[in-house]
């Protein structure tokens, strides 16, 4: 330290700190009292010391200083320690350019180099720091370059203020910026800003674009877009633009058409924010136009398509309802929900619009019809709508009854198809079907009469055949029977003596007696008077054991049930010329050796079983002609209200099954 005597006005320098050591007037200073302020002086430079290091290390920024021509740092805070990652004895081993990224570096450089050739002392920079763990952080840096005794830059001190978030919403701005921009330019969007009370309207950029107008050509006044606007359009949106002003109303659209430079017109839609004044006037109007041309021309074009679409519904309902069709249409893969055309209705005997699915829920179900196949009833998924929804093919051909209530049958014949839709999934299905109730009846008729026909040649046939037979029998038996009586008779007549005549009564009386018995034979297939007056057990028994004898074929015959009970005349002649039919085939066509036959009565119906061990033959020879007889069997059980069946295969015989109601039928009725 310098003598304070030394000179009037001497200076101590210390910590860029000045003490002014003279007094006013250029007294001296007594040595004693300047050796007090030195040492006051002292004091406060210990203490402004112990502040500054204090705000140093506490600092919430980073605080560092360092050489200047190496970049090596003399002293960091903590604050810099955490910003970088690094402990402040790593920071001390490392130079500014360590840390900083390497993309930032020869700016760095540059700004130091810049600081070193008499530039100003205090620079900001914002650059990029590199974290222990290979991270960047943005970081504003101050710098303030210290001088050497030399005259030339010695260390530089800086404060360095982490700026990463400030950054990244930099970033995130202009982004949203640039978002902004493009969509704007994609979806032809304009911003305005117009001040109600000056008529100025400020738009974003290109604005003459979405109004078909000259690049620049748009003036900053509501009057020239007016001009833009159709007349027709302009009226009523300014009545809608006084009216929003005169209630206040704050959010504002609107859609209307202008007329481009070249002549053609184009759809605008606005939006917009309204703000008035304390007394309701208002102030502007900002917000944005879009360009809405291809929406609306979608939305006319959509408009016309509806038109078409429901005009050529129109078309195809009133088809539908003058067709007389039963159409179905299930408007979901489900079936749940199904209309039909007018016949659909009338045939159904339902009121128009009703649920016509049998998939319903069961308060919508139709419940006054049962869909039936070969005598059962169908579940709704069996239903030809149904599959073609299920199974997403076609059903044709399908063919089913519908049984009413009444008790009536309606013959219903048609097809379905399922509905997909774009993307080639079932979303319903469609069916038609013809009433052909009328055809079924008349294609029955036509068979019956046929059968009909049928069955009345071969009775003729039969008729001759049974004709000739008994001819061949009275002529072969009955004939050759009286011609021996009446030879005998002759002998008789010539003979001489009492004794000789006598000796050829006794062989003519046989001869006689098998006459009458062969008459008998033939009187009975005629018409057997046995089932007349001892009922059809007996008749039955009597002529199997006369078939027994006559064919050679065993006959083995069980009746239970009937004993003596007496059925109809019909009854009893339709069962007893059906087991004759029967067992004429046998005898005929079978080649059996044996036959059984049971007579069941049960439960107030008759069964009628009828075997043989014959050769059979196979179901397709019953359509053939030489199979009238078994039709005709059929006919007589259909007329006796019943039913008769015929199993039978080739090489294992025969079995004929009629069975018939006899209810009510009395003991003894005729």
């Known amino acids: 330290?310098?003598?304070?005597?030394?000179?009037?006005?001497?200076?101590?320098?210390?910590?860029?700190?000045?003490?002014?050591?003279?007094r006013r007037g250029g007294e001296p200073v007594d040595p004693q009292d300047a050796a007090k302020g030195m040492s006051a002086l002292q004091e406060a430079l210990l203490r402004s010391e112990d502040r500054f290091r204090a705000f140093f290390e506490s600092s919430a920024f980073g605080a560092a200083r360092a050489e200047f021509k190496t970049g090596r740092f003399l002293e960091v805070n903590g604050t810099l320690c955490e910003m970088t990652g690094y402990s402040r004895g790593e920071l001390l081993e490392?130079?500014?350019?360590?840390?900083?990224?390497?993309?930032?570096?020869?700016?760095?450089?540059?700004?130091?180099?810049?600081?070193?050739?008499?530039?100003?002392?205090?620079?900001?920079?914002?650059?990029?720091?590199?974290?222990?763990?290979?991270?960047?952080?943005?970081?504003?840096?101050?710098?303030?370059?210290?001088?050497?005794?030399?005259?030339?830059?010695?260390?530089?001190?800086?404060?360095?203020?982490?700026?990463?978030?400030?950054?990244?919403?930099?970033?995130?701005?202009?982004?949203?910026?640039?978002?902004l921009r493009l969509s704007q330019e994609v979806g032809k969007v304009r911003t305005f800003d117009w001040n109600i009370q000056t008529n100025e309207v400020g738009w974003s950029a290109n604005a003459e674009e979405l109004f078909g107008l000259p690049p620049n050509s748009f003036g900053g006044n509501v009057e020239h877009w007016r001009q833009c606007v159709l007349p027709s359009d302009l009226e009523q949106?300014?009545?809608?633009?006084?009216?929003?002003?005169?209630?206040?109303?704050?959010?504002?659209?609107?859609?209307?058409?202008?007329?481009?430079?070249?002549?053609?017109?184009k759809w605008i839609e606005s939006q917009a924010k309204i703000t008035y004044d304390a007394h309701g006037r208002p102030l502007r109007m900002f917000g944005i136009s879009l360009d809405i041309n291809e929406r609306k021309e979608a939305e006319e074009a959509l408009r016309r398509s509806e038109i078409e679409a429901r005009a050529r519904a129109d078309e195809l309902a009133a088809i539908l309802d003058a067709v007389p069709t039963m159409t179905f249409i299930a408007h979901d893969p489900a079936c749940l929900k199904m209309t039909s055309s007018r016949a659909a209705y009338e045939?159904?005997?339902?009121?128009?619009?009703?649920?016509?699915?049998?998939?319903?829920?069961?308060?919508?179900?139709?419940?006054?019809?049962?869909?039936?196949?070969?005598?059962?009833?169908?579940?709704?998924?069996?239903?030809?709508?149904?599959?073609?929804?299920?199974?997403?093919?076609?059903?044709?051909?399908?063919?089913?009854?519908?049984?009413?209530?009444?008790?009536?049958?309606?013959?219903?014949?048609?097809?379905?198809?399922p509905l997909l839709d774009s993307h080639g999934a079932v979303r319903g299905a469609v069916g038609a079907f013809v009433d052909i109730t009328a055809r079924k009846r008349v294609d029955e008729l036509i068979i019956k009469q046929e059968i009909h026909r049928q069955l009345l040649e071969h009775e003729m046939l039969g008729r001759e055949e049974e004709r000739r037979r008994l001819a061949r029998e009275l002529h072969d038996e009955s004939g050759q029977m009286?011609?021996?009586?009446?030879?005998?008779?002759?002998?008789?007549?010539?003979?001489?003596?009492?004794?000789?005549?006598?000796?050829?009564?006794?062989?003519?009386?046989?001869?006689?007696?098998?006459?009458?018995?062969?008459?008998?034979?033939?009187?009975?297939?005629?018409?057997?008077?046995?089932?007349?007056?001892?009922?059809?057990?007996?008749?039955?028994?009597?002529?199997?054991?006369?078939?027994?004898?006559?064919?050679?074929?065993?006959?083995?015959?069980?009746?239970?049930?009937?004993?003596?009970?007496?059925?109809?005349?019909?009854?009893?002649?339709?069962?007893?010329?059906?087991?004759?039919?029967?067992?004429?085939?046998?005898?005929?066509?079978?080649?059996?050796?044996?036959?059984?036959?049971?007579?069941n009565v049960e439960e107030e119906r008759l069964r009628m079983t009828i075997i043989d061990d014959g050769c059979g033959f196979a179901a397709v020879e019953l359509q053939s002609p030489g199979h009238l007889g078994c039709q005709g069997m059929r006919e007589r059980a259909a007329m006796l209200a019943g039913e008769l069946t015929i199993e039978s295969e080739l090489g294992r015989g025969t079995r004929i099954t009629v069975e018939v109601p006899i209810a009510n039928q009395l003991p003894g009725s005729r």
Not at 132 to 154: C, F, L, N, R, T
Not at 237 to 265: C, H, K, P
Not at 353 to 378: H, I, Q
């Open 94 to 179: 490392r130079t500014l350019l360590d840390i900083t990224h390497p993309d930032d570096r020869p700016r760095t450089i540059q700004s130091l180099q810049e600081q070193s050739r008499n530039t100003p002392k205090f620079r900001h920079i914002e650059k990029r720091f590199l974290r222990q763990d290979g991270q960047s952080v943005w970081v504003h840096v101050a710098k303030h370059v210290v001088m050497g005794e030399q005259g030339g830059p010695e260390s530089f001190a800086a404060v360095i203020i982490d700026v990463s978030a400030s950054k990244k919403s930099e970033h995130r701005l202009a982004n949203n910026l640039n978002e």
């Open 347 to 417: 045939q159904l005997r339902l009121p128009p619009g009703a649920n016509t699915s049998k998939s319903a829920p069961p308060r919508e179900r139709p419940a006054n019809f049962r869909p039936m196949k070969d005598g059962r009833e169908l579940s709704p998924e069996e239903l030809p709508v149904q599959r073609a929804a299920a199974t997403g093919q076609a059903i044709r051909d399908c063919e089913l009854s519908l049984l009413f209530d009444d008790g009536s049958v309606r013959e219903i014949f048609g097809h379905a198809v």
């Open 482 to 599: 009286l011609a021996s009586l009446l030879a005998g008779l002759q002998t008789i007549e010539r003979a001489k003596t009492l004794k000789a005549a006598k000796g050829k009564v006794a062989a003519l009386r046989e001869l006689t007696s098998s006459a009458i018995r062969e008459m008998s034979r033939l009187a009975q297939d005629l018409h057997p008077i046995i089932l007349d007056d001892l009922g059809l057990a007996v008749a039955l028994k009597n002529y199997v054991s006369g078939y027994s004898e006559l064919h050679g074929i065993q006959a083995e015959l069980n009746i239970i049930g009937l004993d003596s009970r007496r059925l109809t005349q019909v009854l009893e002649r339709g069962l007893y010329r059906i087991l004759q039919e029967a067992l004429t085939n046998v005898a005929r066509h079978a080649h059996a050796k044996s036959v059984s036959l049971l007579v």
């Open 237 to 265: 949106l300014e009545a809608r633009m006084a009216d929003a002003f005169t209630r206040g109303i704050l959010d504002w659209r609107a859609e209307y058409r202008v007329v481009r430079a070249d002549g053609l017109m």
């Open 1 to 22: 330290m310098r003598d304070p005597s030394a000179a009037a006005g001497c200076r101590i320098e210390n910590s860029g700190l000045e003490l002014d050591l003279s």
